[in-house]
Nanobody, 122 residues
Framework: QVQVAESGGGSVHPGESLRLSCVASGNIFSVNTVQGWYRQAPGKERELVARFESTGDTKYGDSVKGRFTISRENNKRLMNLQMNSLKPEDTAVYYC???????????????WGRGTQVTVSS
């Protein structure tokens, strides 16, 4: 099996920063280039925050451009999200998403973490 786990969420004041991390582990043969962060606020649909595209380029949601930075390391098994200049509207549960091929299986599948809460308030 494959496990994906986020860490680094918390409560901060407007203007402060947080760094989220997500680690993929377990029976992994390979990790696809496409991976990213999404978020869901109460009463709203899940939305893209930042993502690595199949080309390796990055794509950001309009509301976070210039403030958030996605990065990865460890053969794409560790993914980070640096969040600066946080705003109350960034409050949400943040999820990481990988596309992983398990050993012994032919096709990659989408794997989601359980989410980590980020709260920005005065």
């Amino acid at each position: 099996q494959v496990q994906v786990a986020e860490s680094g969420g918390g409560s901060v004041h407007p203007g402060e920063s947080l760094r989220l991390s997500c680690v993929a582990s377990g029976n992994i043969f390979s990790v696809n280039t496409v991976q990213g962060w999404y978020r869901q606020a109460p009463g709203k649909e899940r939305e893209l925050v930042a993502r690595f595209e199949s080309t390796g380029d990055t794509k950001y949601g309009d509301s976070v451009k210039g403030r958030f930075t996605i990065s990865r390391e460890n053969n794409k098994r560790l993914m980070n999200l640096q969040m600066n200049s946080l705003k109350p509207e960034d409050t949400a549960v943040y999820y990481c998403n990988f596309h992983i091929t398990e050993r012994g299986r032919g096709l990659p599948r989408s794997v989601w973490g359980r989410g980590t809460q980020v709260t920005v308030s005065s």
